[in-house]
């Protein structure tokens, strides 16, 4: 079965540097959802998309943006990065808003590393 | 904000083993979700509960939704080494897109 894509995998930038994070979901998924987890950490919820318009919103910095394109794919940007950026995250897609209609499936991550 | 309490942080225990770890808050939740995590992967959702005091299992994994809303266990029965990883509990709250993790219990499995 077709899985949440986030690309790239593995991202290192310099700081005050901008980077660009792709998120493909599961085929149908209307929600989309960005986390946050830094090392030894839980994930931390940034915000999230319902129908391409922004439904929720979380710990995101002024620094970042996100939007969900009429594909439904979902991009997050990151502009002028510290090193403190450095982290795992994550895209998650679900069926409905809430996951209601069977949970949240999270991708496999992009690592950024800002050095 | 928000906090889950998940307990224990750790666990070392042998194969064939039960393994119990359950999350607390001090606020309701509409919707408790458990999932696993490896290391440089994303969670994989093991259960998902909707009801306050829903019991689900899923092959040797049960978890339940407590009947407060404040609450939720997840038992692993006779543990595998592939069963080593960090579990999550995540919670929502009504009227809330996002989800609130635990700290994680972080499970090691001996042969």
């Known amino acids: 079965a077709a899985g949440v894509i986030q690309s790239p995998r593995h991202l290192i930038k310099e700081k005050r540097e901008t980077a660009t994070l792709k998120c493909y979901p599961i085929p149908r998924h209307d929600t989309v959802y960005w986390y946050q987890q830094g090392p030894g950490q839980d994930p931390q919820f940034l915000i999230s998309f319902y129908e391409k318009m922004q439904s929720d919103k979380g710990s995101i910095p002024d620094r970042f943006s996100a939007q969900q394109f009429s594909d439904y794919h979902s991009e997050l940007n990151m502009s002028s990065l510290e090193l403190g950026d450095s982290a795992l995250y994550f895209c998650?897609?679900?069926?409905?808003?809430?996951?209601?209609?069977?949970?949240?499936?999270f991708g496999s991550g992009t690592r950024l590393t800002v050095v | 904000g928000q906090q889950l309490n998940q307990s224990p942080q750790s666990m070392f225990i042998q194969e064939g083993e039960d393994v119990s770890m359950n999350c607390t808050s001090s606020?309701?939740?509409?919707?408790w979700l458990w999932y696993k995590q490896e290391p440089g992967e994303g969670p994989v959702l093991l259960i998902a509960l909707y009801k306050a005091g829903e019991l689900t299992s899923n092959g040797r994994l049960t978890a339940q939704f407590g009947i407060t809303r404040k609450d939720s266990f997840l038992n692993i029965s006779a543990s595998i080494p592939s069963d080593v990883g960090i579990y999550f509990c995540?919670?929502?709250?009504?009227?809330?897109?996002?989800?609130?993790f635990g700290k994680g219990t972080k499970l090691t499995v001996n042969p």
């Open positions: 995540a919670g929502r709250q009504g009227g809330s897109e996002k989800l609130v």
């Open positions: 998650a897609s679900s069926l409905g808003r809430r996951g209601v209609l069977g949970g949240y499936t």
């Open positions: 606020s309701i939740f509409n919707t």
